[in-house]
């Protein structure tokens, strides 16, 4: 079984003593027109100041929930408060909160041994002088009852936190292993649809080469510069591969991701690159790496073949819980057809088509010859019909939201 976390043992006994300071405000509303007596006030005194000097330092709350064990003096003091007071007395509703409070923090058998251990105490108390409490079913059976019965309560709302804990590990541990097995895959994907193919072309030439060497050293030329340029180009693609592995860094705001990658390509292509946000947002952490891999690749583009002296890339997120990220530049642009398909010779615009597929995201490339490209990438979350903004959403994602 496992012990109630910290900060939760700390809000209960929190609780717990916020009630007792109401009780007793009730019983002094309830004392009313009465005599305060020595012993009334001292009881009041006495229990008021514990409970304040608990809510006032962390320290003597964190002791508590550390050390159950302590709950002993509380019962003691409350005993103390009935067998002074009387049954009758309202000042003993204040003694009802520890008994709640045993039940939580406390596991079930040394619960019941409290609750005994409070109950039969009380029935002593009661018949001891110097008031003897006259017989009566609250005397004997009701009060008795009421502290078994919070006992009780308590055992149950803690063995309710314990299940939620178990639980809560189970979904993280889950969400770990599903992360890192998404993360294998698309490892695995990544390899196999570009430095995969390539290593594969260098073997199957290579295993060729010896035997045209001496049959045709100009065809082993030909095949042998052919190698020499897919060995640069399986480089090249494992240094791509490996830079947007280390750009995708789920422990970071999407939106300094963004920021970083648009202001590095301004630094090494020297073009500027103007980042907007509007209403920052986080993304699952597949989409959020082909989304990333997407946007590399627009830039790629950009700066490869449109001559464009200016670049806007912006994140928003749509009233319909629409995540779109956006690439526009002021270059030559291209005649991009009805289906925006890559140039003859190129494959950009279908490799960030296939990524967009493979998160069930929308991407639309428009351009003209002369006025730019604009590539669009749109993701709707599963739940967005409801309303719901998506996964993800942090407080430092939000703050960081506006104008780069």
């Not at 009041?44 to 159950?68: E, G």
């Not at 991009?336 to 296939?354: L, V, Y």
Request: net charge negative.
């Amino acid at each position: 079984m496992t012990l109630p976390t910290r900060d939760f043992a700390g809000r209960v006994v929190g609780v717990a003593l916020v009630v007792r300071l109401a009780t007793i405000m009730i019983a002094l509303v309830g004392l009313v027109g009465q005599t305060m007596t020595g012993p009334l006030l001292a009881c009041i005194l006495v229990l008021s100041a514990a409970t304040f000097a608990m809510l006032m330092y962390a320290q003597i709350l964190d002791f508590v929930a550390r050390h159950p064990i302590s709950l002993v003096a509380d019962i003691l003091l409350s005993l103390t408060v009935v067998w002074v007071l009387g049954v009758e007395s309202p000042l003993v509703l204040a003694t009802f909160p520890v008994a709640l409070v045993v039940g939580v923090l406390t596991r079930p058998a040394v619960a019941v041994a409290g609750a005994v251990v409070l109950c039969a105490g009380y029935l002593v108390v009661v018949m001891v002088p110097p008031a003897p409490a006259p017989r009566g079913f609250m005397t004997e059976v009701g009060v008795p009852a009421l502290y078994a019965a919070l006992v009780a309560i308590g055992v149950a709302v803690r063995s309710a936190h314990e299940q939620q804990v178990v639980a809560a590990r189970a979904v993280s541990r889950a969400e770990q292993l599903t992360a890192a097995a998404d993360e294998r895959a698309r490892l695995a994907r990544e390899m196999h649809d570009s430095l995969g193919k390539t290593l594969h072309g260098i073997s199957l030439g290579a295993q060729g080469l010896a035997a045209w060497v001496d049959r045709d050293p100009e065809t082993a030329r030909r095949i042998a510069t052919a190698l020499a340029e897919g060995a640069e180009r399986a480089a090249r693609e494992a240094r791509e591969l490996l830079v947007r592995l280390r750009q995708d860094e789920p422990d970071r705001a999407l939106v300094e991701v963004l920021g970083d990658i648009c202001a590095s390509w301004q630094e090494r292509t020297g073009v500027r690159c103007q980042f907007t946000v509007h209403d920052a947002v986080d993304l699952p952490i597949d989409v959020r790496y082909e989304a990333l891999a997407v946007v590399t690749e627009a830039l790629e583009n950009v700066h490869r073949h449109a001559d464009a002296s200016c670049v806007r890339v912006s994140l928003a997120h749509d009233d319909d819980g629409t995540v779109r990220i956006r690439v526009r530049d002021d270059g030559n642009g291209f005649d991009a057809g009805t289906d925006a398909a890559s140039p003859p010779g190129h494959f950009g615009i279908t490799g960030m088509r296939e990524r967009a597929s493979e998160v069930d995201a929308r991407l639309r490339v428009r351009s003209a010859p002369g006025d730019g490209t604009t590539v669009e990438l749109a993701w709707e979350p599963p739940d967005a019909g409801d309303g719901r903004r998506p996964d993800g959403l942090s407080d430092r994602a939000r703050a960081l939201g506006g104008a780069r």
